[in-house]
T-cell receptor, first 114, second 111 residues
């Protein structure tokens, strides 16, 4: 079964609203979680790396005030897309890792902003 | 220049065909290399790690050429279920941290 649960799988929202995506590790403690974004026919691009209990490290070009990441526990990280706009429409996917072990991906969230 | 470059395809092949994908990476310090498979709007799934000595897993063979910064994947006896996008992935340091993905090569296997 899935070891990383991501929710919701799909969300459609109006421009200007905020959307929260959850990523949970189900049977292990995820010391590190990664958030990726994928536009159609493009590669998965790393947005940020979050370690439990500390601030996320954002990749160059990713606005930290727009994409809020919280990793308050060892099993949960959230990504909030604030004031979403149509250009934020994308496939968002998380991955979780315990220490230096193999990492596991969530099933992804397709965000459509109208 | 992109960190990981792949031919986007699509590669359209009949069942039973052998198909090869190539990938180049720009960072010579890259430490770990993988091939992932991604179905449309699904999470990527690890297909296999890639080693300099080359490695094989059933119908799949992967090769790494560090001198040329080149990675390949060979699929023999293609099945319909092999239809997917194949992602070349590298890490800037050892282990599974911070994966850098190529844009993927799309494979379509037809009857």
């Amino acid at each position: 079964g899935a070891v990383v649960s991501q929710h919701p799988s799909r969300v459609i929202c109006k421009s200007g609203t905020s959307v929260k995506i959850e990523c949970r590790s189900l049977d292990f403690q995820a010391t590190t979680m990664f958030w990726y974004r994928q536009f159609p026919k493009q590669s998965l691009m790393l947005m940020a790396t979050s370690n439990e209990g500390s601030k996320a490290t954002y990749e160059q070009g990713v606005e930290k005030d727009k994409f809020l990441i919280n990793h308050a526990s060892l099993t949960l990280s959230t990504l909030t897309v604030t004031s979403a706009h149509p250009e934020d429409s994308s496939f968002y996917i998380c991955s979780a890792q315990q220490g230096s072990e193999k990492l596991f991906f969530g099933s992804g969230t397709q965000l459509s902003v109208l | 220049r992109k960190e990981v470059e792949q031919d986007p395809g699509p590669f359209n092949v009949p069942e039973g065909a052998t198909v090869a994908f190539n990938c180049t990476y720009s960072n010579s310090a890259s430490q770990s290399f993988f091939w992932y498979r991604q179905d449309c709007r699904k999470e990527p799934k690890l297909l296999m790690s890639v080693y300099s000595s080359g490695n094989e897993d059933g119908r799949f063979t992967a090769q790494l050429n560090r001198a040329s910064q080149y990675i390949s994947l060979l699929i023999r006896d293609s099945k319909l279920s092999d239809s997917a996008t194949y992602l070349c992935v590298v890490t800037p340091s050892g282990g599974y941290n911070k994966l850098i993905f190529g844009a993927g090569t799309r494979l379509a296997v037809h009857p």
